[in-house]
């Protein structure tokens, strides 16, 4: 099994939208890159501690591949912009591929190579190693699942029948 954090924005609609993907095993919620470890919720919206709200997508690589993994992101937030997703705004909704195995990273290089083409110089998007995904509050995980009307700016109905589970 592999696993890859991505930041795409608010990670309520980023994890409902991967958990329901054929190959993909688990999920969670969290925060990244930030300047202390466990945060709170309230910590990260307030801007002072500087991390990404994330989602780790634990996955079957005989099932799902990363490219296609990579492929599943792109399709859901705009790589283009900074620190924005949808209506939500701010320093923690920045998009970002952390990655959990070294091996990988030359393959999500020349992934977004491919997929962008003359425009990779104007993503936004970040490639670093996952350094300090700290696991968010209970109440956030499979927050979509429990909260089947909260706001939610991915759209979930970008997977095909083919794809969802």
């Not at 969290?30 to 634990?58: D, K, L, M, W």
């Not at 990363?66 to 997703?85: A, E, G, M, S």
């Not at 936004?124 to 995980?141: R, V, W």
Request: aromatic content about 14%; charged content about 25%.
């Amino acid at each position: 099994m592999k696993s890859i954090v991505l930041a795409g924005g608010c990670f309520w609609g980023v994890e409902a939208y991967f958990s329901q993907l054929k190959g993909v095993v688990d999920t969670s919620v969290g925060y990244i890159e930030g300047n202390t470890r466990n945060p709170s919720y309230e910590q990260v919206c307030n801007g002072q501690t500087r991390h990404a709200e994330a989602c780790q997508v634990f996955y079957n690589e005989k099932v799902i591949s990363l490219d296609q993994i990579l492929d599943h992101f792109f399709r859901i937030i705009n790589p283009f912009t900074l620190n924005k997703q949808g209506n939500d705004f701010g320093f923690q909704y920045r998009s970002g591929i952390y990655i959990d195995f070294d091996e990988d990273e030359e393959g999500i290089h020349q992934f977004m190579k491919n997929y962008f083409g003359d425009n990779l110089k104007k993503v936004a998007t970040k490639i670093k190693k996952n350094l300090d995904y700290d696991l968010a509050e209970n109440s956030h995980q499979d927050y979509l699942k429990k909260n089947p009307g909260g706001y939610c700016h991915v759209n979930l109905g970008l997977a095909s029948k083919e794809e969802i589970k």
